[in-house]
């Protein structure tokens, strides 16, 4: 199938890449930034697959599969579900939400075939995805072109942003990866890490000072919220 991918965050735009090299039955022709430029390549080439972002400034993925005369079949990829419904009304084969596992690309991609050629015998993939693991004292995140080796202690604290997260380090720097807080949570929490704000999961062994509602890890003071308050302060023994 010839694919396109329409996302305006470049490191979902490489993780679909990574995905889609996976797939011997894909072929990406083209990738795309906004959804405006795409227009006119989608009118005028023989496109199978969309793999395309709701939520774009000036011209959403909505906007987008509403002014194209042509219509290939189209996977949404974005970080709301508030927008499946309506999705799958404008007939998107299949809603993925961010951050996407590699196995569940691949069920879309498999459905996607199934609708293109019913009749096509299902092509069996073996999966090997990029996602992080976790592995003794550290870990692997995808950052930019490659996957960056994290020790858990080199870790200060890390920032969840709108589709990704900000790894901040001790060496000064942070690492911006594709991957859900909640995620990095699960993976970390027995590691001596601890949710403290829906936007910030904090390695206690950091903590230079505490205060009612904030904590001192380097120069950066961040908020505990009142949601996580009890269980971090209870898990400090305060």
């Known amino acids: 199938m010839k694919c396109v991918i329409i996302d305006d965050e470049p490191l979902a735009v490489e993780l679909l890449e990574d995905?889609?090299?996976k797939v011997d039955s894909l072929e990406l022709i083209s990738t795309f930034n906004n959804a405006i430029d795409a227009v006119s390549f989608i009118n005028q080439n023989n496109v199978d697959l969309i793999f395309l972002d709701i939520q774009m400034p000036h011209f959403s993925g909505i906007d987008f599969l509403n002014t194209i005369e042509k219509k290939p079949l189209v996977i949404f990829t974005t970080a709301y579900s508030d927008y499946a419904v309506e999705g799958f009304n404008l007939g998107a084969v299949d809603y993925l939400v961010k951050p996407i596992p590699f196995h569940r690309f691949l069920k879309s991609v498999v459905r996607a075939q199934q609708v293109l050629n019913p009749s096509a015998p299902v092509q069996t993939i073996s999966e090997n995805t990029t996602a992080p693991e976790l592995e003794q004292d550290f870990m692997f995140v995808r950052a930019e072109y490659e996957n960056v080796k994290m020790n858990f202690s080199d870790i200060l604290f890390i920032e969840g942003l709108k589709d990704y997260v900000k790894i901040y380090t001790t060496d000064g720097k942070f690492t911006l990866t594709l991957i859900s807080l909640i995620k990095l949570e699960n993976l970390l929490?027995?590691?001596?890490?601890?949710?403290?704000?829906?936007?910030?999961?904090?390695?206690?062994?950091?903590?230079?000072?505490?205060?009612?509602?904030?904590?001192?890890i380097s120069?950066?003071?961040i908020p505990i919220s009142e949601s996580y308050k009890?269980?971090?302060?209870?898990r400090i023994n305060l």
């Open 19 to 21: 995905f889609v090299r």
């Open 189 to 216: 929490s027995s590691k001596g890490f601890s949710r403290i704000h829906r936007s910030y999961i904090i390695n206690i062994k950091h903590v230079k000072s505490i205060q009612k509602n904030k904590v001192l």
């Open 219 to 221: 120069d950066k003071r």
């Open 230 to 234: 009890n269980t971090f302060f209870e």
